[in-house]
Structures are given as structure tokens and as C-alpha cells.
């Protein structure tokens, strides 16, 4: 169970990043906090960031957080001010948001595939507005 405070901390993740996925293609996300009790992000075509391709909501509501992408959901298990790890509730996959510094964030992945751990970790850097 989460208070509102503790949910707030995912302040971390605001703002404009861009990435890379595992099969090499760049992407570019934003999340923002347009309510007390929701986190948005949205994924978008290139670094204009006009064309909206995807996105995720993370909500707060009677002391739990969850993540919710198209069918997928996670259970956050853990917030902190500098990190958060979500279990899968009906995902393929464990994740865990951690941030190295005011410009960098990983999202690090943990699934089992054929009877294997397998893991990835992404590294999102900041998008400076200009």
C-alpha cells in the first residue's frame, strides 16, 4: 500500500526522453503528471514530438499503483524517489524504472523465456527543449 506522497515520487520520470530498444530502433516518450493521482506517458514517431504512436497510464487509487499498456498490467512493489519496480499482474515482464542522474533514466526488464531469466535494460536520455 502507497500514500499519495509516496506515488508522487514518480515526479522522477517527468519530462521529454529519448531511447533505445532492444532491436536498436530510437523512440522518444514523455510522461507528465496531469492529476495528482495519474502518471501519463506517450510515445512518439521522431524527436519532434507531434505524432503520438503509443502511451501508458500509471494511477494511484486506494494505496495501490498500477501500470496499464494496451491489455498489460503491473503492481508497483516498490517507489522510491529515485527508482520504482512494477510486477506483472497480466504482463509478459518485470520492470523496474531507476534514474542515474537528472538526464538519464533505465527501465530494466526481467522475463523468463523458455525456462530462462532473460533481461534488458534501456537507457533514456533527457530531451533538452529548445
Do not use: C
Amino acid at each position: 500500500m502507497f500514500s499519495i506522497d509516496e506515488f508522487a515520487q514518480l515526479q522522477f520520470l517527468v519530462g521529454r526522453w529519448r531511447g533505445e530498444s532492444a532491436d536498436g530502433k530510437v523512440f522518444y516518450e514523455e510522461y507528465d503528471h496531469p492529476e495528482p493521482n495519474v502518471f501519463q506517458s506517450h510515445r512518439y514517431a521522431d524527436e519532434s514530438f507531434v505524432e503520438r504512436t503509443d502511451g501508458s497510464t500509471i494511477s494511484f487509487k486506494d494505496g495501490e499503483v498500477t501500470s496499464q499498456w494496451g491489455d498489460f498490467t503491473w503492481r508497483a512493489s516498490i517507489i522510491g524517489r529515485d527508482s520504482a519496480v512494477f510486477e506483472p499482474v497480466n504482463a509478459p515482464s518485470r520492470f523496474e524504472w531507476r534514474r542515474v542522474d537528472e538526464s538519464t533514466l533505465e527501465a530494466h526488464q526481467r522475463w523468463t523465456a523458455e525456462g530462462k531469466e532473460q533481461q534488458h535494460t534501456i537507457r533514456l536520455n533527457r530531451v533538452i527543449a529548445i
